[in-house]
């Protein structure tokens, strides 16, 4: 299979029309349409096919192989390769295994991960559960490409509730940075006793984060974390009291006099930014 760049020749049919006296600036503008136009073209260099057509009419097999290919020549893949995948109800199991490492053979580590991220995403469009495994292994434990576990992070949001008892289960004994991206997924779910546990433990117990748990619990939109939170606001600097303040309005609570935090670094450093 030959990896066809098709962003050069799309940039080849827009000075071709250059050259045929369309003007430069108007050409710009018209750019989105003239793709769109331009998708449809049967061409030379595809054997008579259009963009489009070269890859529907692959097998779901060629095209993961396709996307392997682009990204260990460093292309960009094309849209309408992307598009043919997310398209293609069979393909949904080789993302899996390209996201688990299983399939395509990689130059470098870092042309695997970038890979596995497009795995990751196409798979998010399809809306696949098959991955709920290595996204909560990647939500966890994190990887050597953030994207990614980007990408891991929001597949899991988009499936809600029904991951719910997976998340509470990988929270127990998570490091700190996983936690962090657990609670944040757990923060967005409906009420229940064992979230709300959990987001006043980590406020309780890890002091240097309790500006994010505390926008957590005022996500989480719990009353009953405003005593939690209205404990611990005498006791915090000038950042994390602006945090827990806002939380604390946001539940529908007041805190009306702001303590003196003169000699605080943050606030002294606030008042010259004035």
């Known amino acids: 299979m030959k990896v066809i760049d098709m962003d050069a020749l799309f940039k080849q049919y827009?000075?071709?029309q250059v050259r045929a006296g369309a003007d430069p600036e108007q050409l710009e503008e018209d750019v989105p349409d003239l793709y769109l136009e331009w998708l449809e073209r049967p061409m030379v260099q595809l054997e008579g096919k259009t963009p489009r057509e070269w890859f529907e009419k692959q097998e779901s097999?060629?095209?993961?192989?396709?996307?392997?290919?682009?990204?260990?020549?460093?292309?960009?893949?094309?849209?309408?390769?992307?598009d043919a995948i997310e398209d293609d109800p069979e393909a949904e199991v080789p993302l899996y295994e390209l996201l688990q490492?299983?399939?395509?053979?990689?130059?470098?580590?870092?042309?695997?991960?970038?890979?596995r991220r497009y795995a990751a995403e196409l798979l998010n469009q399809k809306g696949s559960v098959l991955p709920v495994e290595e996204y909560l292994r990647l939500a966890r434990e994190g990887c050597d490409d953030e994207k990614l576990r980007e990408a891991a992070i929001q597949?899991?949001?988009?499936?809600?509730?029904?991951?719910?008892?997976k998340l509470l289960e990988a929270l127990r004994g998570a490091p700190d940075d996983g936690a962090d991206c657990l609670?944040?997924?757990?923060?967005?779910?409906?009420r229940d006793e064992r979230i709300f546990d959990a987001l006043v433990r980590h406020f309780r117990g890890r002091y240097e984060?309790?500006?994010?748990?505390?926008?957590?619990?005022?996500?989480y939109g719990d009353e009953r974390a405003l005593p939690v939170l209205e404990e611990a606001i005498g006791s915090v600097g000038y950042l994390d009291y602006c945090a827990l303040r806002d939380a604390i309005e946001s539940l529908g609570g007041t805190e009306e006099e702001e303590p003196d935090f003169s000699g605080d670094c943050d606030y002294e450093r606030m008042k010259l930014g004035e």
Request: charged letters at 25%.
């Open 14 to 16: 827009l000075l071709a």
């Open 209 to 219: 984060r309790r500006a994010f748990c505390a926008s957590l619990l005022a996500r």
């Open 101 to 115: 490492g299983r399939r395509g053979a990689f130059e470098t580590g870092e042309k695997l991960l970038k890979a």
């Open 183 to 190: 609670l944040d997924l757990l923060s967005m779910l409906n």
């Open 155 to 165: 597949g899991l949001a988009s499936m809600g509730e029904a991951v719910k008892e």
């Open 61 to 82: 097999a060629q095209r993961i192989e396709a996307l392997c290919m682009y990204v260990n020549q460093q292309i960009d893949p094309p849209d309408p390769l992307l």
